[in-house]
């Protein structure tokens, strides 16, 4: 079974810098995206930051130039830098990876969460 466990949350300042990581472990054969989402409470998920294994990036308008996904494949694992936080960054981000494990079958998996808090 893929999992994927996000780490890297924490209260900042506004203004200030996070990194989080996402890193995925498991019968992984390939990856074919990740995603960085965000959650309020009594708001839907939304998505933040999308990586492809073609190295193509997207990102939520709210976060373009502030906002960036790179990733380390030999570790499976991407980050979500993001600069000049601002009070509505708050929320818990969730990372999603898919792919392919090395018996065939897809997968698509969630962390479980990481809460970021920005102060005014």
């Known amino acids: 079974q893929v999992q994927v466990v996000e780490s890297g949350g924490g209260l900042v300042q506004a203004g200030g810098s996070l990194r989080l990581s996402c890193a995925a472990s498991?019968?992984?054969?390939?990856?074919?995206?990740v995603g960085w989402y965000r959650q309020v409470p009594g708001k839907q998920r939304e998505l933040v930051a999308a990586?492809?294994?073609?190295?193509?990036?997207n990102y939520a308008d709210s976060v373009k130039g502030r906002f960036t996904i790179p990733r380390d494949n030999a570790k499976n694992t991407v980050y979500l830098q993001m600069n000049s936080l601002k009070a509505e960054d708050t929320a818990v981000y969730y990372c999603?990876?898919?792919?392919?494990?090395?018996?065939?079958?897809?997968?698509?998996?969630w962390g479980q969460g990481t809460q970021v808090a920005v102060s005014p």
């Open positions: 498991g019968p992984i054969f390939s990856i074919n995206a």
């Open positions: 990586l492809t294994s073609g190295g193509s990036t």
């Open positions: 999603n990876a898919n792919g392919r494990t090395n018996g065939g079958s897809r997968f698509d998996s």
